[in-house]
């Protein structure tokens, strides 16, 4: 209605002129857009209520700002922003702010329903419609932003935009693949915009990216090991062509390196589109672990790098055959830069780690891995490279000796430190000879600075130890003073300690000492016990009745004729 009351008295024509002449090319900044007013606007405390009421008042005054009601007060009629709008000359990029809000309300809507889906359980399906029509209002904006009137940036973050809802809503449904693809397709857009802006500028990207790298990381997890995250077609959906507008300007060396790679003088061919993405994204790669602030950023860096790398070597595999001599070899170098890369952040870890025996943990690692890379097939052959990684070897293997002494010597192993310590020594003067990476050069110079004092300091504390051993006058008055004075009086020591308050005379209370046990029970009851006499079995019962033999029977026989007689 709107466009036809703006139209109806301009002839076609004039139109047309004007349109080609007066359009002014849209230019969207949404990730800015989007961070500023969920900042100002409750999201800076998680508040997804307040912002979804935000993102209705700010849709209800944009409409009526443009002119694009929907009804009256008392009807509503839906009307949507198309194209036709997209290419009124009187408009501008506010337009593409209305699907914008609309998929920001319906996702903070979701948010929302997430945080209350914790007590109640039915919210969550809620909260799945509203993604997934967040989703649909993201793909109109897409669509809009497709007109030529939107510049190539404006489309690069509208299409990350698209692909970072879609895979909020996957990571929702838990279905891994879908969810890990999207995000990394919105990671990958997002990393390209910050290179190609000032470092100011690039904070909200930055800031997104971190967001991006947990749910990466949980969707890998879930996805597994053995079955591969495919990275998503960017060619097919148009964003490499946005790419070329707005950030690569493509140059013949460019070309060259994403189509053909040179390894250690072998030309390894390129022929895969996801090898190729890959390739391009590690141009500059050393200079931003140079340009890190810290070891820790450098190992945060590399780690997001093998999430990408294990994916392309994924989809290597699956395309190689062993008849396909160059399908080989391109996965051999892919593997190569996985161990090299994967050497590279055992040494920052070894830089950051305090303890020796996780120091020595990582070196046997790295040697492992070394070793690994020496036994590539295509390596086999090139005694230069054999060689440079025999001095990569020696030099590993006097860091490891240094750092095990110091094992050695936290144990006061003073014979087993001495020989580490000299062993490293005569190591590291062959390799410090030799061509080393920067890395391993500084390491072993250390090795070569510190390992005298460290020999010297070893023999002392062996010296001192042996005469910890022999008892002192001091050591021996300290452990006389000790023993009470009850415990040693054929000894005669003068303690001043005697004089105080607390002398050292006895121990209070005494110990404890055995003594035999008298059972009471058995005492007390031998004074009731009355014990058989047995006279037949004792002296005098025998003597008794031995008496009473042969002059018993001439006593009794005298006795009873006396007695009888008497009576």
């Given at each position: 209605m709107v466009l036809e009351e703006l139209n109806e008295n301009v002839p076609d024509e004039i139109l047309k002129a004007t349109k080609k002449d007066s359009l002014k090319p849209f230019s969207l900044e949404l990730i800015n857009v989007i961070k500023n007013v969920q900042q100002q606007h409750g999201l800076r405390h998680g508040d997804f209520q307040r912002y979804r009421g935000y993102?209705?008042?700010?849709?209800?005054?944009?409409?009526?700002?443009?002119?694009?009601?929907?009804?009256?007060?008392?009807?509503?009629?839906?009307?949507?922003?198309?194209?036709?709008?997209?290419?009124?000359?009187?408009?501008?990029?506010?337009?593409?702010?209305?699907p914008l809000m609309l998929a920001e309300r319906s996702w903070a809507y979701g948010m929302q329903l997430r945080q209350e889906s914790n007590t109640e359980?039915?919210?969550?399906?809620?909260?799945?419609?509203?993604?997934?029509?967040?989703?649909?209002?993201?793909?109109?904006?897409?669509?809009?932003?497709?007109?030529?009137?939107?510049?190539?940036?404006?489309?690069?973050?509208?299409?990350?935009?698209?692909?970072?809802?879609?895979?909020?809503l996957y990571f929702e449904l838990q279905m891994w693949s879908k969810a890990a693809e999207n995000l990394k397709k919105a990671q990958l857009v997002y990393e390209k915009l910050a290179s190609a802006l000032s470092e100011e500028q690039q904070i909200p990207y930055k800031q997104r990216i971190d967001e991006l790298t947990p749910s990466l990381r949980y969707c890998a997890y879930n996805v597994g090991e053995q079955q591969a995250i495919n990275l998503p077609e960017l060619r097919t959906l148009g964003i490499l062509d946005n790419f070329d507008k707005f950030l690569l300007q493509s140059t013949e060396k460019t070309a060259a390196t994403l189509h053909e790679v040179d390894w250690y003088n072998m030309k390894v061919p390129v022929r895969i589109e996801k090898v190729q993405l890959f390739l391009q994204t590690l141009i500059g790669f050393d200079d931003s672990l140079l340009n890190a602030e810290s070891d820790s950023k450098r190992i945060e860096i590399l780690e997001n790098m093998f999430i990408d790398l294990r994916d392309v070597i994924s989809a290597t595999r699956q395309e190689s055959r062993p008849d396909d001599k160059d399908v080989q070899l391109l996965l051999a170098y892919l593997i190569s830069i996985r161990i090299e890369r994967t050497i590279q952040r055992n040494i920052y870890l070894i830089k950051q780690s305090r303890k020796s025996q996780d120091i020595v943990r990582l070196l046997d690692i790295t040697n492992q891995q070394l070793s690994e890379l020496a036994q590539l097939e295509p390596l086999q052959n090139k005694d230069d490279v054999q060689e440079n990684f025999s001095h990569q070897l020696l030099a590993l293997r006097a860091i490891r000796c240094f750092y095990l002494g110091k094992s050695h010597l936290a144990l006061h192993r003073w014979v087993e430190a001495t020989s580490c310590y000299e062993r490293s020594l005569s190591y590291a003067k062959d390799a410090i000879e030799k061509k080393l990476p920067k890395d391993l050069s500084e390491m072993v110079e250390v090795v070569i600075a510190d390992v005298p004092s460290e020999i010297v300091f070893v023999q002392a504390q062996a010296v001192l130890e042996e005469e910890e051993d022999e008892p002192t006058t001091l050591q021996g008055k300290s452990k006389v003073n000790k023993i009470p004075l009850i415990e040693r009086l054929d000894e005669f020591h003068e303690n001043p300690q005697y004089l105080t308050k607390n002398p050292n005379i006895v121990t209070m209370p005494p110990a404890m000492e055995p003594i035999p046990a008298k059972p009471l029970f058995y005492d007390l009851a031998l004074n009731f016990i009355n014990f058989p006499t047995f006279p037949e079995k004792t002296d005098e019962g025998m003597g008794k009745h031995k008496g009473s033999g042969i002059s018993g029977f001439v006593k009794g026989f005298w006795g009873g004729w006396g007695s009888s007689g008497k009576k």
């Open positions: 993102c209705s008042r700010r849709i209800s005054r944009l409409r009526k700002v443009l002119k694009i009601p929907q009804g009256d007060r008392r009807h509503y009629k839906k009307r949507a922003v198309t194209d036709e709008h997209m290419n009124n000359p009187l408009l501008d990029e506010r337009l593409l702010h209305i359980q039915r919210k969550k399906f809620h909260m799945i419609r509203k993604l997934r029509k967040a989703c649909l209002y993201a793909l109109q904006l897409e669509e809009l932003c497709r007109s030529d009137r939107c510049d190539a940036r404006s489309k690069l973050e509208v299409q990350a935009y698209v692909t970072w809802m879609h895979g909020s």
